[in-house]
């Protein structure tokens, strides 16, 4: 049997309240699919309530539009994916290897409260599953528990898209958290690059990480080398 992939992308289209437009960055859902596709696994997309799944326009904007990303978005079956991604209850986890969160700031709204999502989440990785994100993917693991009630997270090395990135990217004051912070707080042993916007991934057991967009093919062959 070919492993199978959950890719968990965001609702969200704005920066909260304003007008402002967010949405998934594309690329690290293109990265990723293309690893698993040559690896010939079994792919599916699920957001915190089903249906679309928005595009954040930067990264639809040069340098952020790379190959995989224009190949995604001319291809009419891929972009209805994301027009009708599937809801968490129609998810059966058990049937799954590993899960995958995208990131995009949309995420940092509504993925750290999916109580199905961590549902799902916990289930895949109590049964021997990867439990994975890229960037601010790892909002949705920001409050997922164990059967035990312990933080999936907690005592875990890991990292994520990191403060000062959200400095330099110009959306420190747009964003409603600190996520390095947040994720500290819950005692996550937090890890970042020494330099902004390069490739890092964190592997501590099943947990695979990786910090930012530049992070995500990476993060996806740290994955499957995991699923073998």
């Given amino acids: 049997m070919p492993r199978r992939i959950l890719h968990v992308v965001s609702n969200v289209a704005r920066y909260g309240d304003s007008a402002e437009p967010t949405g998934l960055w594309l690329s690290e859902l293109t990265h990723a699919w293309q690893v698993f596709a040559a690896k010939g696994y079994e792919q599916r997309i699920v957001s915190p309530k089903g249906g679309a799944s928005p595009l954040e326009p930067r990264s639809l904007q040069w340098p952020n539009l790379d190959a995989t990303a224009k190949a995604w978005l ?29 990131g995009g700031h949309a995420v940092m709204w509504d993925f750290p409260d999916a109580q199905e999502l961590q549902r799902i989440t916990r289930a895949i990785y109590e049964r021997g599953g990867v439990v994975s994100s890229v960037c601010h993917g790892y909002c949705g693991l920001l409050n997922t528990t164990l059967s035990d009630g312990a933080l999936l997270v907690a005592g875990r090395r890991l990292t994520g898209f990191s403060w000062r990135e959200e400095v330099l990217a110009g959306v420190a004051r747009k964003v409603p958290y600190n996520a390095e912070q947040e994720m500290q707080r819950r005692g996550a042993l937090y890890e970042k690059a020494l330099l902004p916007f390069v490739s890092k991934v964190v592997v501590d057991g099943r947990l695979v990480t990786g910090q930012n967009p530049q992070s995500a093919r990476a993060t996806a062959e740290r994955v499957a080398a995991l699923l073998g």
Avoid: W
């Fill in 74 to 102: 001319a291809d009419a079956a891929r972009m209805a994916l994301l027009a009708d991604t599937a809801r968490p209850d129609a998810i059966d986890p058990a049937g799954f290897d590993a899960i995958y969160f995208t």
